[in-house]
């Protein structure tokens, strides 16, 4: 099974240099590595000097790079999402499905859910043949409620499947009474239901997502000695604790020194520090990456007992 390592923190903090400095630093150690972009920005393939897409590209021996297209994730989950609907009310005209999901397209979650398929794709079909993979996560906001999105559906689908067995145990009752009913044409128990099966799958999805998060992987959240990213990344602690998301580090790019490890106040006080160091200036190539100080990181994520394979 995979290691993974999610970089998280403030933009400008180094998250995606880090990322990059991580996955070609495994590599040259002899590791098989798959380094993923979710940043709709995507510089990491800027940075290892390749052009990136949505299929793993060939970096430098034992290191593969890709670029997640979010929008095209969107288009697939909108598509799956439309032919099950049309299925699903296939009895009905009065539904105009098409015109639904031009709205959804554009709804609150839409993009996250996105995000959660593309990273489900990964874990499944991908990761099993490298030996780490390593995320370099978009900004904040996005990354935090992708993040809690496995948990807090996952409370939704548990409802949904407790109301689907309810509406089948009403048919049972019907069916018993009426063996002519309309009820009793359709089905009547949980294991031949679809909708039953479809949230089933639901649910097996978003543990394996939240398993990921809060147990197969290293969160490391990125900070520089200033004010700003300290905060931001204090808010993502707090954030994470509340969805049983633990950080596994602090890594602070330090420079000549600066950001005395004092200046982290709770609750990141109390997390491993790593301080990887400073790039006096743009990364040239992949050597330059390796002048970054992650050796401490690397000995963290490969301690991880839940990552051994």
């Keep these: 099974m995979a290691r ?9 903090t180094g998250k995606t240099t880090l990322s990059a400095a991580l996955a070609v630093s495994l590599a040259r150690a002899g590791r098989r ?20 897409g949505e299929v793993p590209v060939r970096v430098e021996e034992r290191l593969e790079a890709l ?8 288009e697939r989950h909108l598509a799956a999402s439309r032919e099950e609907l049309k299925a699903t009310y296939a009895y009905t005209s009065a539904l105009n499905v098409d015109s639904l999901f031009d709205l959804l397209r554009l709804s609150p979650g839409t993009e996250e859910h996105a995000v959660l398929l593309a990273i489900d794709h990964v874990d499944r079909v991908l990761a099993p043949s490298y030996d780490v993979v390593v995320w370099d996560t978009p900004p904040t906001g996005l990354t935090l409620r992708f993040l809690a999105m496995p948990s807090v559906s996952a409370r939704w689908v548990a409802e949904l499947r407790g109301l689907r067995e ?9 069916a018993r ?4 009913s309309a009820a009793a044409a359709g089905a009547v128990t949980p294991a031949d ?3 039953h099966a479809r949230l089933g799958a639901m649910r097996e999805r978003l543990g394996r997502l939240q398993d990921l998060f809060a147990r197969r992987s290293l969160l490391a959240v990125v900070v520089n000695p200033d004010l700003l990213s ?4 204090s808010r993502i602690s707090e954030a994470l604790a509340r969805l049983d998301i633990p950080l596994s580090a602090v890594c602070l790019n330090s420079r000549d020194g600066a950001g005395s490890p004092t200046s982290l106040a709770p609750p990141l006080a109390h997390l491993p520090r790593v301080e990887t160091g400073y790039l006096a200036g743009p990364s040239r190539s992949r050597a330059d990456l390796l002048l970054l100080d992650l050796a401490p990181l690397a000995a963290r994520l490969f301690a991880r007992p839940e990552a051994a394979p």
Excluded: C, M, Y
Excluded at 177 to 180: G, L, P
């Design 67 to 74: 670029e997640v297209d979010l929008g095209a994730w969107v």
């Design 230 to 233: 300290v905060a931001e990344a």
């Design 177 to 180: 009474v009426n063996t002519e």
């Design 33 to 52: 590595v798959l380094a993923v972009s979710l940043d709709p920005a995507h510089n990491l393939g800027d940075l290892l000097g390749v052009l990136l």
């Design 4 to 12: 993974n390592a999610f970089f998280l923190g403030k933009g400008g």
């Design 193 to 195: 239901d679809p909708v």
């Design 166 to 174: 309810r509406i089948l145990g009403r048919r049972q009752a019907i």
